[in-house]
Nanobody
Framework: VQLQASGGGLVQPGGSLRLSCVAS????????MGWYRQAPGKQRELVAR???????NYPDSVKGRFTISRDNAKRTVSLQMNSLKPEETAVYYC????????WGQGTQVTVSS
């Protein structure tokens, strides 16, 4: 089973990015999926969750700015991030929720002017 996250990069404060994660194997089919992030020196945190049926949950810190979605046929989970803040600079990972944990290599998001 593998998880391949992509779409990160450098963006100015207030900007947007769209992350994607392709999952191989059965992890995607039977599990809720989540996007997580880990900033240097901080614990990994969940920033978005989506069930197999498409119900979503977000912490208050990103609610209204982040949107998670999934394409079950393509085994892809995406994260649209708007109005990004410098403190959201981190490596972003996808995994099942709760995590398997598999993590993969993640994708770096840097919010800076």
């Amino acid at each position: 089973v593998q998880l391949q996250a992509s779409g990160g990069g450098l963006v100015q404060p207030g900007g947007s990015l769209r992350l994607s994660c392709v999952a191989s194997g059965s992890i995607f089919r039977f599990n809720a999926m989540g996007w997580y992030r880990q900033a240097p020196g901080k614990q990994r945190e969940l920033v978005a969750r989506i069930t197999t049926g498409g119900s979503t949950n977000y912490p208050d810190s990103v609610k209204g700015r982040f949107t998670i979605s999934r394409d079950n046929a393509k085994r892809t989970v995406s994260l649209q991030m708007n109005s990004l803040k410098p403190e959201e600079t981190a490596v972003y990972y996808c995994d099942s929720e709760p995590p398997a944990p598999l993590w993969g290599q993640g994708t770096q998001v840097t919010v800076s002017s």
